[in-house]
């Protein structure tokens, strides 16, 4: 019974330490997660935890922040081209210039990106969809119909035929839907 309480303890301690590990580390790391949208007259910008301005508002619209960046849409005068995307850092400067089309948030060192896409959600036949790195380049042509966030260096997407699977991040198919 002794034994038994013993190997309990040590468990609970183990389970303590990682815990209070775990919480110091994330603490010394400020994530740009942290960091929240604003608007103000209809301008985009970001405050940190505490409510200080970080990017001011400055941007006609954005998306959230994950992996470090934030997608910056423009859609009206505001670029050398309308209906662009670019890529901000914690900062406001950027990180991707704009680019012409629409771009995801980053998920697995991913961005979706979409040329000719309609105004719709969700609603784009007439879209090519591919993928681009966080340094701007991209790694999957966009030929695709739709594809979908990569998550363990694997994306879903459909092809022009219509064939739906999972792609690798060079926009090989890896596996196939049998049709």
């Not at 790391?29 to 940190?48: A, E, M, P």
């Not at 991913?110 to 309609?118: E, K, L, N, P």
């Not at 790694?139 to 695709?144: A, D, R, V």
Request: proline share 4%; charged share 25%.
């Amino acid at each position: 019974m002794k034994i038994m309480q013993s190997i309990q303890h040590s468990i609970l301690l183990s389970i303590c330490l990682t815990v209070l590990f775990a919480s110091f580390v994330g603490a010394q790391k400020k994530q740009s997660s942290d960091l929240f949208r604003i608007i103000v007259d209809g301008k985009y910008g970001f405050i940190d935890l505490t409510g200080k301005v970080v990017v001011e508002p400055n941007f006609e619209s954005v998306g959230k922040f994950s992996e470090g960046l934030a997608p910056v849409y423009f859609r009206n005068n505001q670029a050398a081209e309308k209906n662009s995307t670019g890529f901000i850092n914690d900062k406001g400067e950027f990180a991707i210039k704009p680019i012409s089309g629409s771009a995801d948030e980053f998920s697995d060192d991913v961005s979706i990106i979409g040329f000719d896409v309609r105004a719709i959600p969700d609603s784009s036949p007439d879209g090519k969809f591919g993928a681009i790195d966080k340094s701007g380049k991209i790694i999957i042509e966009p030929n695709f119909v739709r594809t979908f966030p990569f998550k363990n260096g694997l994306g879903y997407a459909v092809s022009n035929d219509g064939k739906e699977g999972f792609i690798n991040k060079t926009g090989k198919i890896i596996w196939q839907y049998p049709k």
